[in-house]
Protein backbone atom coordinates (compact mmCIF):
# COMPACT_ATOMS: atom_id res chain seq x y z
CA UNK A 1 0.00 0.00 0.00
CA UNK A 2 0.91 3.17 -1.24
CA UNK A 3 1.54 6.43 1.01
CA UNK A 4 2.36 10.35 1.24
CA UNK A 5 4.37 11.97 3.69
CA UNK A 6 2.71 15.94 4.46
CA UNK A 7 5.56 18.33 4.10
CA UNK A 8 6.59 20.35 6.93
CA UNK A 9 5.01 23.29 8.19
CA UNK A 10 8.36 25.39 7.49
CA UNK A 11 8.02 24.51 4.03
CA UNK A 12 4.44 25.90 3.27
CA UNK A 13 3.64 29.21 2.52
CA UNK A 14 0.95 31.48 3.94
CA UNK A 15 -1.53 31.27 1.10
CA UNK A 16 -0.73 27.31 0.40
CA UNK A 17 -1.58 26.20 4.57
CA UNK A 18 -4.80 29.04 3.69
CA UNK A 19 -5.58 26.88 0.76
CA UNK A 20 -5.69 23.94 2.71
CA UNK A 21 -8.00 24.90 5.02
CA UNK A 22 -10.83 24.51 2.17
CA UNK A 23 -13.11 21.43 2.52
CA UNK A 24 -13.08 19.01 -0.20
CA UNK A 25 -10.26 20.96 -2.25
CA UNK A 26 -6.88 19.43 -2.53
CA UNK A 27 -5.00 16.37 -3.01
CA UNK A 28 -5.28 15.73 0.55
CA UNK A 29 -8.94 15.93 0.61
CA UNK A 30 -9.62 13.32 -2.41
CA UNK A 31 -11.30 10.75 -0.81
CA UNK A 32 -10.20 8.62 -3.94
CA UNK A 33 -7.11 7.88 -1.58
CA UNK A 34 -9.08 5.93 0.64
CA UNK A 35 -10.78 3.49 -1.68
CA UNK A 36 -14.18 6.10 -2.02
CA UNK A 37 -15.25 7.82 -5.88
CA UNK A 38 -17.72 10.49 -5.21
CA UNK A 39 -20.15 11.61 -7.40
CA UNK A 40 -22.71 14.46 -8.20
CA UNK A 41 -20.60 17.26 -6.30
CA UNK A 42 -21.61 20.20 -8.88
CA UNK A 43 -24.71 21.14 -11.33
CA UNK A 44 -24.93 22.96 -13.73
CA UNK A 45 -27.24 26.07 -14.56
CA UNK A 46 -27.54 28.57 -17.40
CA UNK A 47 -26.10 32.04 -16.60
CA UNK A 48 -29.21 34.36 -17.94
CA UNK A 49 -26.39 37.42 -18.34
CA UNK A 50 -24.09 35.29 -20.57
CA UNK A 51 -25.78 32.28 -21.55
CA UNK A 52 -23.37 29.81 -21.03
CA UNK A 53 -23.38 27.12 -18.23
CA UNK A 54 -21.60 28.04 -15.20
CA UNK A 55 -21.21 25.33 -11.91
CA UNK A 56 -22.96 25.59 -8.62
CA UNK A 57 -21.63 23.01 -5.87
CA UNK A 58 -24.10 20.58 -4.55
CA UNK A 59 -24.19 19.56 -0.80
CA UNK A 60 -22.51 17.10 0.52
CA UNK A 61 -26.13 15.84 1.25
CA UNK A 62 -26.26 15.19 -2.32
CA UNK A 63 -23.20 13.99 -3.31
CA UNK A 64 -23.39 10.42 -4.30
CA UNK A 65 -20.69 7.63 -2.71
CA UNK A 66 -19.16 4.26 -4.40
CA UNK A 67 -16.73 2.21 -2.82
CA UNK A 68 -13.69 1.72 -4.93
CA UNK A 69 -11.28 -0.54 -2.94
CA UNK A 70 -9.26 -1.30 -5.85
CA UNK A 71 -8.15 2.31 -6.21
CA UNK A 72 -6.68 2.69 -2.02
CA UNK A 73 -3.80 4.09 -2.06
CA UNK A 74 -3.68 5.81 1.55
CA UNK A 75 -4.26 4.24 4.69
CA UNK A 76 -7.02 4.95 7.08
CA UNK A 77 -4.33 5.92 9.64
CA UNK A 78 -2.89 8.04 7.31
CA UNK A 79 -5.75 9.45 6.02
CA UNK A 80 -6.56 10.64 9.68
CA UNK A 81 -3.61 11.84 10.58
CA UNK A 82 -4.04 14.21 7.45
CA UNK A 83 -6.99 15.44 8.44
CA UNK A 84 -6.10 16.42 12.32
CA UNK A 85 -3.05 17.85 10.95
CA UNK A 86 -5.89 20.38 8.60
CA UNK A 87 -7.61 20.94 11.79
CA UNK A 88 -4.17 22.06 13.10
CA UNK A 89 -4.11 24.89 9.99
CA UNK A 90 -6.97 25.92 9.66
CA UNK A 91 -7.66 26.70 13.57
CA UNK A 92 -3.78 28.55 13.02
CA UNK A 93 -5.16 30.68 9.91
CA UNK A 94 -8.47 30.61 10.15
CA UNK A 95 -8.72 34.58 11.35
CA UNK A 96 -6.63 35.18 7.86
CA UNK A 97 -8.73 33.21 5.86
CA UNK A 98 -11.84 34.88 7.04
CA UNK A 99 -10.45 38.78 6.75
CA UNK A 100 -9.46 37.53 3.05
CA UNK A 101 -12.77 36.23 2.11
CA UNK A 102 -14.13 39.68 3.46
CA UNK A 103 -12.18 41.50 1.70
CA UNK A 104 -12.86 39.77 -1.83
CA UNK A 105 -16.25 40.16 -0.95
CA UNK A 106 -15.91 43.81 -0.53
CA UNK A 107 -14.23 44.54 -3.67
CA UNK A 108 -16.72 42.41 -5.88
CA UNK A 109 -19.30 44.72 -4.24
CA UNK A 110 -17.36 47.71 -5.10
CA UNK A 111 -16.62 47.09 -8.37
CA UNK A 112 -20.38 46.24 -9.06
CA UNK A 113 -22.33 48.51 -7.22
CA UNK A 114 -22.51 52.13 -9.12
CA UNK A 115 -20.97 54.76 -8.11
CA UNK A 116 -24.09 57.24 -7.81
CA UNK A 117 -27.67 57.04 -8.07
CA UNK A 118 -27.72 57.75 -11.58
CA UNK A 119 -24.50 56.77 -12.90
CA UNK A 120 -24.86 55.78 -16.67
CA UNK A 121 -28.00 57.42 -16.83
CA UNK A 122 -27.32 60.63 -17.85
CA UNK A 123 -26.57 62.18 -20.93
CA UNK A 124 -25.38 65.49 -22.68
CA UNK A 125 -27.94 67.80 -24.30
CA UNK A 126 -25.56 68.99 -26.86
CA UNK A 127 -23.44 66.09 -27.81
CA UNK A 128 -25.05 63.30 -26.13
CA UNK A 129 -22.37 62.33 -24.44
CA UNK A 130 -22.31 60.72 -21.09
CA UNK A 131 -23.02 63.06 -17.84
CA UNK A 132 -20.57 61.71 -15.40
CA UNK A 133 -19.15 63.03 -11.99
CA UNK A 134 -16.36 64.92 -12.43
CA UNK A 135 -15.99 65.70 -8.97
CA UNK A 136 -16.93 64.01 -5.68
CA UNK A 137 -20.51 65.74 -6.05
CA UNK A 138 -20.60 67.62 -9.62
CA UNK A 139 -22.04 65.91 -12.65
CA UNK A 140 -20.02 67.10 -15.61
CA UNK A 141 -20.25 66.27 -19.60
CA UNK A 142 -17.02 64.03 -19.70
CA UNK A 143 -16.32 65.02 -23.35
CA UNK A 144 -16.14 68.22 -22.50
CA UNK A 145 -13.84 67.93 -19.24
CA UNK A 146 -11.80 65.00 -20.45
CA UNK A 147 -11.67 65.03 -24.44
CA UNK A 148 -12.24 68.57 -25.16
CA UNK A 149 -14.75 67.91 -28.24
CA UNK A 150 -17.77 69.32 -26.54
CA UNK A 151 -18.49 72.96 -25.55
CA UNK A 152 -20.72 72.17 -22.30
CA UNK A 153 -19.14 73.02 -19.43
CA UNK A 154 -21.96 73.32 -17.03
CA UNK A 155 -21.74 71.11 -14.10
CA UNK A 156 -24.74 70.48 -11.70
CA UNK A 157 -24.76 69.43 -8.13
CA UNK A 158 -25.25 66.01 -7.21
CA UNK A 159 -27.66 66.45 -4.67
CA UNK A 160 -29.79 68.53 -6.52
CA UNK A 161 -30.36 66.54 -9.68
CA UNK A 162 -30.97 63.67 -7.73
CA UNK A 163 -34.03 65.53 -5.74
CA UNK A 164 -34.66 66.19 -9.25
CA UNK A 165 -35.52 63.50 -10.69
CA UNK A 166 -36.41 61.65 -7.82
CA UNK A 167 -39.46 64.40 -7.63
CA UNK A 168 -40.18 63.70 -11.35
CA UNK A 169 -40.21 59.88 -10.30
CA UNK A 170 -43.12 60.83 -7.92
CA UNK A 171 -44.95 63.13 -9.50
CA UNK A 172 -45.31 60.48 -12.79
CA UNK A 173 -45.56 57.77 -11.40
CA UNK A 174 -47.52 58.29 -7.82
CA UNK A 175 -49.79 60.81 -8.97
CA UNK A 176 -53.75 60.47 -9.44
CA UNK A 177 -52.78 61.14 -12.93
CA UNK A 178 -50.32 58.11 -13.48
CA UNK A 179 -53.12 55.75 -11.32
CA UNK A 180 -56.11 56.48 -13.62
CA UNK A 181 -53.81 55.79 -16.99
CA UNK A 182 -52.52 52.24 -15.89
CA UNK A 183 -55.76 51.49 -14.72
CA UNK A 184 -57.32 52.81 -18.30
CA UNK A 185 -54.93 51.22 -19.90
CA UNK A 186 -55.39 47.94 -18.24
CA UNK A 187 -59.03 47.82 -18.94
CA UNK A 188 -58.54 48.61 -22.72
CA UNK A 189 -55.92 45.71 -22.56
CA UNK A 190 -58.38 43.29 -21.09
CA UNK A 191 -61.24 44.57 -23.19
CA UNK A 192 -59.00 43.85 -26.20
CA UNK A 193 -58.17 40.32 -24.78
CA UNK A 194 -62.07 39.05 -24.49
CA UNK A 195 -62.59 40.39 -28.08
CA UNK A 196 -60.23 38.27 -29.18
CA UNK A 197 -61.43 35.82 -27.13
CA UNK A 198 -64.84 35.92 -28.69
CA UNK A 199 -64.17 35.99 -32.44
CA UNK A 200 -61.70 33.11 -32.07
CA UNK A 201 -64.24 31.37 -30.29
CA UNK A 202 -67.24 32.61 -33.09
CA UNK A 203 -64.34 31.29 -35.69
CA UNK A 204 -64.19 27.54 -34.09
CA UNK A 205 -67.96 27.23 -33.83
CA UNK A 206 -68.32 27.41 -37.69
CA UNK A 207 -65.49 25.61 -38.59
CA UNK A 208 -67.01 23.09 -36.33
CA UNK A 209 -70.57 23.90 -38.11
CA UNK A 210 -69.01 23.32 -41.65
CA UNK A 211 -67.19 20.21 -41.15
CA UNK A 212 -70.26 18.61 -39.52
CA UNK A 213 -72.75 20.23 -42.39
CA UNK A 214 -71.87 16.97 -44.67
CA UNK A 215 -72.96 14.00 -42.57
CA UNK A 216 -75.97 15.86 -41.37
CA UNK A 217 -76.78 16.30 -45.06
CA UNK A 218 -76.56 12.82 -45.47
CA UNK A 219 -78.75 12.08 -43.48
CA UNK A 220 -82.12 11.97 -45.45
CA UNK A 221 -80.40 9.63 -47.85
CA UNK A 222 -79.45 6.91 -45.43
CA UNK A 223 -83.17 7.11 -44.12
CA UNK A 224 -84.33 6.48 -47.70
CA UNK A 225 -82.06 3.46 -48.23
CA UNK A 226 -82.75 1.76 -44.89
CA UNK A 227 -86.48 2.42 -46.02
CA UNK A 228 -85.72 0.79 -49.30
CA UNK A 229 -84.21 -2.12 -47.80
CA UNK A 230 -87.58 -2.83 -45.28
Not at 42 to 71: C, M, Q, Y
Amino acid sequence: MLGFVLPAQSTLGRHQRARACHPGTGVINNELYTGVLIWNRLHFVKDPATGKRVSRANPPAKWIRTEVPHLRMVGDELWQAGKERQKSVASQFEAVAIGTRKARARKQHTMRRPVSLLSGLLTCGRCGGRYVLFTRDRYACLNHQRRGICDNGRTIARKKIEQRVLAGLKERLVSAEAVAEAIRAYAQETNRLNQERRAQGEQDRKALDRSSAPSRASWPRSRMAFANLR
